[in-house]
Structure formats: structure tokens, C-alpha cells
Nanobody, 114 residues
Framework: QARLAESGGGLVQPGGSLRLSCETS????????MSWYRQAPGRERELVAA???????KYADFVRGRFTISRDNVKNTLLLQMNRLTPEDTAVYLC????????WGQGTQVTVSS
């Protein structure tokens, strides 16, 4: 059974940055497509960024140019560098991956507010 655990969320002012981490166990992260999603109150869960085993990336239009998805194969950790944050980025951010996207983390709260 795999386990995904997000960390790195918090309160940040508009224009600030955060770096999210998703530590994985039970799977070799680099073998699977991995993704970051987010869910704001009252809204549908939405894809933020995805990373293929070959290193190909995909971003939602609303984060392209501001967020960067990557992985640390040694630490088996998925990362999301978030820059130029806006209040609209406020949400719970969740890590997803494994066979057919089977596994989810519990999420980490990101709040962008002055």
C-alpha cells in the first residue's frame, strides 16, 4: 500500500512563494505519472500540474509560468514550486499518482492573503 504525504503549505502574502512536497512510500515515484491537484471551498477539484515518468510536464493555464512541478528521485518526493501567488490560488493542494492515479495524499492548505 502506497502512502503520499504533502507538506509545505501555509499562509503567504500575494506575490509570495511556497514550495510543496509530496513524500511517497510504497511506490517508486519516477515509475508513474504524478500530479498536483487543488480544491478550493465550493469548487471542483482541478488539475494544477502533472509530471510523466519521462519528465514531461503539463500545467493548467492558470498556473503556467508561475508554478513548476519536479521530483527528487533520491528522496522519492514530488515537488511543486509556486511563485507569484495570488488569492485565487488559495486551496487545499493534493498529490496524486501511482497506477491509474490510485493514490492520494491528505492535502496541504495554501492560503494567500494580505
Amino acid at each position: 500500500q502506497a502512502r503520499l504525504a504533502e507538506s509545505g503549505g501555509g499562509l503567504v502574502q500575494p506575490g509570495g512563494s511556497l514550495r510543496l512536497s509530496c513524500e511517497t512510500s510504497g511506490i517508486i515515484l519516477s515509475n508513474y505519472p504524478m500530479s498536483w491537484y487543488r480544491q478550493a471551498p465550493g469548487r471542483e477539484r482541478e488539475l494544477v500540474a502533472a509530471l510523466s515518468p519521462r519528465g514531461e510536464t503539463k500545467y493548467a493555464d492558470f498556473v503556467r509560468g508561475r508554478f513548476t512541478i519536479s521530483r527528487d528521485n533520491v528522496k522519492n518526493t514530488l515537488l511543486l514550486q509556486m511563485n507569484r501567488l495570488t488569492p485565487e490560488d488559495t486551496a487545499v493542494y493534493l498529490c496524486n499518482g501511482g497506477v491509474m492515479g490510485k493514490y492520494w495524499g491528505q492535502g496541504t492548505q495554501v492560503t494567500v492573503s494580505s
